[in-house]
Nanobody, 124 residues
Framework: QVQLVDSGGDSVQAGGSLRLSCAAS????????MGWFRQAPGKEREGVAR???????VYADSVKGRFTISQDIAKNTLYLQMDSLKPEDTAMYYCVARVGGYCDTWAPIAYSYWGQGTQVTVSS
């Protein structure tokens, strides 16, 4: 049973920073493709960042240079450091895991496991 528990969302002003955390079941982060998605009201879910088991990382163009995905294997935790936040970053953010597949897609259906989500609100 894979469990992902998201936390760290908050309301901040534009230009601020937040760090999201995803507590995962043991060994999930180390062995699988992990990532973060977000969904704003009225919009489709979009991939934000993903990291494969070898450490290769891909970011969405909209967050490159501002967001950083990282992990702490000992703590079974995935992070998303978000800097220089913009109002358009406002969304529900989800930690995701793709078990048994390549880390090569942003298609939400490819990710079998999702956290419950954590809300990020950025005001101008």
């Amino acid at each position: 049973q894979v469990q992902l528990v998201d936390s760290g969302g908050d309301s901040v002003q534009a230009g601020g920073s937040l760090r999201l955390s995803c507590a995962a079941s043991p060994n999930i982060i180390r062995r699988n493709c992990m990532g973060w998605f977000r969904q704003a009201p009225g919009k489709e879910r979009e991939g934000v960042a993903r990291r494969d088991m070898h450490g290769d990382i891909v970011y969405a163009d909209s967050v490159k240079g501002r967001f950083t995905i990282s992990q702490d294997i000992a703590k079974n935790t995935l992070y998303l450091q978000m800097d220089s936040l913009k109002p358009e970053d406002t969304a529900m953010y989800y930690c995701v895991a793709r078990v048994g597949g390549y880390c090569d897609t942003w298609a939400p259906i490819a990710y079998s496991y999702w956290g419950q989500g954590t809300q990020v609100t950025v005001s101008s």
